[in-house]
């Protein structure tokens, strides 16, 4: 089972909102990932966790605040976020975040929650 | 300095025809690994295959297949007899410290 489940599919918020995004994952993974992406553009990587502790922020402003609450679960908590934040969020996971190319550093996303901030 | 090139913003391909999705990538490293994603119009990124940089044979998976010439530091996507269904975004990718995106190339499969 590869499966990575996102919810919600949709959202739209005000900029005055306070919203989170979930992830889960039940592959046993202990690395876990978010990423923005706008339309027609690769992936921006937002943030890296691995085993359940922050490795990576790129220097992604704290109106996001993310949150791994266990191995298994992924939060992205969203504050007075602005227009130019609507975007496609992605949540991954890999075996682990070690470097080097092994077929167990795939990455497997899920679906993707839609943001729309008014 | 950018990691991984995808040179085709827009591939055209006849159903049942196979095609080639180009991409390059640069590293010293001796241990990588290489990436093909597909993202529909859902947004779903699909993982398709992977090629490691010491596998001495081009991964195969179902219809898709890698062209990997690793002194060209190319790692082609071939996907054969393609179906209306193929009509997406690829990403092709490298990890070795971290995951590099390449830029992306829409297929559309024409009926």
């Known amino acids: 089972d590869t499966e990575v489940t996102q919810t919600p599919k949709h959202l739209v918020m005000g900029m005055t909102n306070k919203k989170s995004l979930k992830c889960e994952q039940h592959?046993?993974?202990?690395?876990m990932y978010w990423y923005k992406q706008k339309a027609k553009k690769p992936p921006e990587l937002m943030f890296v966790?691995?085993?359940?502790?922050?490795?990576i922020n790129e220097s992604v402003p704290s109106r996001f605040s993310p949150e791994c609450p266990n191995s298994s679960l992924l939060n992205l908590h969203l504050h007075a976020l602005q227009p130019e934040d609507s975007a496609l969020y992605l949540c991954?996971?890999?075996?682990?975040?070690?470097?080097?190319?092994?077929?167990?550093?795939?990455?497997?996303f899920g679906p993707g929650t839609r943001l729309t901030v008014l | 300095a950018q990691k991984i090139t995808q040179t085709q913003p827009g591939m055209f391909v006849q159903e049942k025809e196979a095609v080639t999705l180009d991409c390059t990538y640069d590293?010293?490293?001796?241990?990588?690994?290489l990436f093909w994603y597909k993202q529909p119009s859902s947004g779903e990124m699909i993982f398709l295959i992977y090629?490691?940089?010491?596998?001495?044979q081009n991964a195969t998976e179902g219809r898709y297949s890698l062209n990997f010439q690793k002194a060209r530091k190319s790692a082609n996507l071939v996907i054969s007899a393609s179906q209306l269904g193929d009509s997406a975004m690829y990403f092709c990718?490298?990890?070795?410290?971290?995951?590099?995106f390449g830029t992306g190339t829409s297929l559309t499969v024409i009926p």
């Open positions: 090629q490691g940089s010491y596998d001495q």
């Open positions: 592959m046993g993974h202990r690395a």
């Open positions: 590293t010293s490293d001796p241990s990588y690994g």
């Open positions: 990718a490298m990890r070795h410290n971290q995951f590099y």
């Open positions: 991954a996971s890999s075996h682990n975040h070690l470097a080097g190319g092994l077929a167990r550093n795939t990455q497997y």
């Open positions: 966790y691995s085993y359940e502790k922050l490795s």
